[in-house]
């Protein structure tokens, strides 16, 4: 158990649908770190949080957005999804207050299914 | 942005095999990261490499961070059904998103018993 709790597990929808997923970062854990992984692509950075603030983008598409709130949970919203959106999503937390030693702590993923 | 060339794609061995995987680079790397991912779960650390030249192991594997700090290479020795799973490489360097981590695309290592 990482201590990275995510919600839902699976999920299915249909195009031009909107979900919301849900991570808890480890207890102590500043840094959120939103991955998709797909078959051919490997895991693909989506975005960073820090405290509540972005940090980092990476490939995330227009139609996706994500925050990070006071209590430090964070939510990756994905809006009029398209058949191409199917993959695991992965959230990830980082220990704070350390060098940076490139070691994340990743939940279980969200599995998301589009129609 | 940082790409990183993760070989071979995927490993059909058969158990007791060795397993060798690399990861190459155009870029520079201050660390040089593998993970695994069991099937059903998120990617876990194995080995973190902080040095160029390092050699380390963890158990059955081992791993080693190149002289040019642009590859990395993992063995994995008598290989057994629960090394099933996706291995990824991963460099962090300064700067750059994601606190400077970018990853591989994964080695899938399938064990025919």
């Known amino acids: 158990d990482s201590g990275v709790t995510q919600t839902p597990k699976h999920l299915i929808t249909a195009t031009g649908q909107r979900v919301t997923l849900r991570c808890s970062p480890r207890?102590?854990?500043?840094?959120v770190y939103w991955y998709q992984q797909s078959l051919d692509q490997g895991l693909q950075f989506l975005i960073q949080?820090?405290?509540?603030?972005?940090?980092a983008k990476g490939n995330i598409l227009e139609r996706f957005s994500a925050q990070q709130f006071p209590d430090l949970h964070s939510e990756l919203n994905l809006s009029s999804l398209e058949l191409g959106d199917s993959a695991l999503y992965f959230c990830a937390s980082r220990q704070t207050g350390t060098p940076n030693t490139g070691e994340l702590f990743f939940g279980e993923g969200s599995r998301l299914t589009v129609l | 942005g940082q790409q990183l060339n993760q070989s071979p794609q995927s490993m059909f061995i058969q158990e007791g095999e060795d397993v060798s995987m690399n990861c190459t680079s155009s870029?520079?790397?201050?660390?040089w990261l593998w993970y695994k991912q069991d099937p059903g779960e998120g990617p876990v650390l194995l080995i973190a490499l902080y040095k160029a030249g390092e050699l380390t192991s963890n158990g059955r594997l081992t791993a080693q961070f190149g002289i040019t700090r642009k590859d990395s290479f993992l063995n994995i020795s008598a290989s057994i059904p629960s090394d099933v799973g996706i291995y990824f490489c991963?460099?962090?360097?300064?700067?750059?998103?994601?606190?400077?981590?970018?990853f591989g695309k994964g080695t899938h290592l399938i064990i025919q018993p």
């Open positions: 991963a460099g962090l360097a300064s700067g750059g998103g994601a606190d400077g981590l970018t």
């Open positions: 870029s520079i790397f201050n660390t």
């Open positions: 949080y820090y405290n509540g603030e972005e940090r």
């Open positions: 207890s102590g854990d500043l840094s």
